[in-house]
């Protein structure tokens, strides 16, 4: 039955689509018998406000235009933003819920978890995005997909290695709620010994502990400090890398965008590319191809080694000659 549902929805949402046919969305041109055309809403929820995530929702709009769909033709786009607050993305999964959107796009964990609450009732589909580890998150039933940014953990651990021969701890800022970063932390731990290495954690509950947990992590000593794609850890990473900097300490990235910020290097994935890649997936369920339930989530496999060359001399590290030829530099 609820398979039944998600077909008719999305059949619905593909006339509204393209045949101007439909109630779903905000009100468009008035057709030829004097109606008007309803067009369907997407509503995107961003977690927070910083270049990974907006680099997703940039990616996502892209994947819609590259499968064929015109925004303010095919779909028109309510975007909220959370600010980093677990009660406002809640506040806007249920607004997206109470207005009927046709689809929602949640970017990030937090927002994901609220949207596909808000939607289950409706069976409004679901796709999400920037979900590290999506059966931890318990986003994998229902009808909801997306793009997983799983971290290729060791591709990291083996660049820390070239670049700091001598290192033995890896520092790791994340908070306790956030599933990626429990997640990622886990790999880290069991693969750090192949590479030498051991993993000190910090976790903290709230974005005002984070400068704290960071002096604490200083004090520890470690080598390095490796960021992951914690959304409330990366929210305040300037002010993290003022300190390290001035400790001395460098921080490794989890993307691009963590680079030009001033961490040194990265193994890291291309968060446009995942952004396009899930506005492809969300396109299949506009165009009433597939229901996001029959998708099976993906993770993006591809990665890049990123560096930044002046953050490395700061810290008077050398790059080895076959890493500097196929490094991508990352500097504002």
Known sequence: ??????????????????????????????????????????????YGQHASLDNCREGFLKGLEESGLVEGKDFTVDYQNAGFDDNIATQIAQNFSANNVALMCAIATPSATACYAAAEDKNIPVIF?????????????????????????EAQL???????????????????????????????QEKAPEYGF????????????????????????????????DN?????????????????????????????LGCVASAGIDY????????????KVLKGEATAEEIPYETITNF???????????MGIKVPADMAQKAIEATK
């Open 304 to 314: 890049d080694t990123y560096i930044n060359s002046p953050a490395l001399a700061d």
């Open 158 to 188: 083996e660049l820390i290695r070239s670049l700091q021969p001598e290192a033995k701890t890896i520092g790791i800022l994340y908070t306790t709620s956030e599933p990626n970063s429990v997640s990622a932390i886990a790999e880290y």
């Open 129 to 153: 995005t920037a979900i590290t580890d999506p059966v931890k998150a318990k986003l994998n039933e229902g009808n909801i997909t997306g793009t997983s940014d799983k971290l290729p953990v």
């Open 232 to 260: 409330t850890v990366v929210g305040v990473l300037p002010s993290i890398l003022e300190k390290t900097n001035d400790a001395k300490i460098p921080v490794y990235g989890s993307e691009i965008e963590q680079v030009k």
């Open 1 to 46: 039955m609820k398979k039944f549902m998600a077909m008719t929805l999305t059949a619905v949402i593909g006339m509204a689509a393209f045949t101007g046919c439909g109630s779903t969305g905000s009100s468009g041109e008035a057709g030829k018998e004097g109606e008007s055309a309803a067009i369907p809403v997407i509503g995107i929820s961003q």
């Open 272 to 283: 446009v590319a995942l952004g396009v890649q899930t506005g492809a997936m969300a396109a």
């Open 198 to 229: 051991t993993i000190e954690t910090i976790g903290v509950t709230q974005q005002a502990e984070v400068l704290q947990a960071a002096d604490s992590m200083i004090a520890k000593g470690v080598d390095c400090i490796s960021n992951l794609t």
